[in-house]
């Protein structure tokens, strides 16, 4: 699953809508997984965020076997949040309705995730034009509330702005001979700062 920098709901604690699915009991045609968070529940969420609230929060998944001993989950998270505009810092309202997909095998399994030691120091092989590869998990129980937990923190907006910020102090770039991109520019400035180095 792809991860946000700092993301603060990858650690390690219980979901706050544990929805546990135990792999081996799920039925051919797949099970239906829904909750809703209550008012308790989107506090400590706003709080594991770090953003100013959250006003909902809300499941609605199906997982289906694969491979016999894994599972593919397949949803949406949905709710409402509140983040402080990276501008002027008001609040900025984002209703999220996230569509999300995993799918899981046990550790071992030869579907998991693969990793090439030799060739990039145990970093994952991942190929950037196909399906993410399943994710492995340890026991017989999977919970549906962690990964979703996970997703919708990955929905939340990484610049929240609100509709009347404005950048007062940003200088737009119009390309002229004394811009950032102008290499005879940037050696101009290099052979100023070596200048001014050998002076003190």
């Known amino acids: 699953m792809t991860q946000k920098h700092n993301d603060p709901v990858t650690e390690k604690r219980d979901p706050l809508l544990s929805l546990p699915v135990i792999v081996a009991r799920i039925k051919s045609l797949g099970e239906v997984v829904k909750a809703k968070a209550d008012a308790d529940q989107c506090a400590e969420l706003c709080r594991r965020l770090g953003i100013l609230s959250v006003k909902s ?57 693969k990793s090439n030691d030799e060739l990039s120091g145990g970093e994952m092989i991942i190929d950037p034009e196909g399906e993410d590869p399943p994710e492995a998990f340890e026991g017989e129980v999977i919970d549906v509330g962690a990964y979703a937990e996970e997703f919708f923190a990955l929905a939340l907006d990484d610049y929240p702005r609100a509709d009347d910020a404005d950048f007062h102090d940003h200088i737009e770039d119009k390309g002229g001979p004394d811009s950032a991109d102008n290499p005879f520019a940037a050696l101009a400035g290099l052979k100023d700062q070596l200048s001014t180095d050998g002076e003190n």
Do not use: N
């Not at 694969?66 to 402080?84: D, I, L, N, S, Y």
């Open 57 to 113: 929060f809300a499941i609605d998944a199906r997982v289906t076997p694969f491979k016999k001993t894994g599972a593919r989950m397949e949803g949406r998270v949905m709710g409402e949040v509140e983040q402080a505009c990276v501008v002027t810092l008001k609040p900025v309202l984002q209703v999220i309705d996230e569509p999300f997909s995993l799918t899981l095998v046990p550790e071992g399994s030869p579907f998991a995730r």
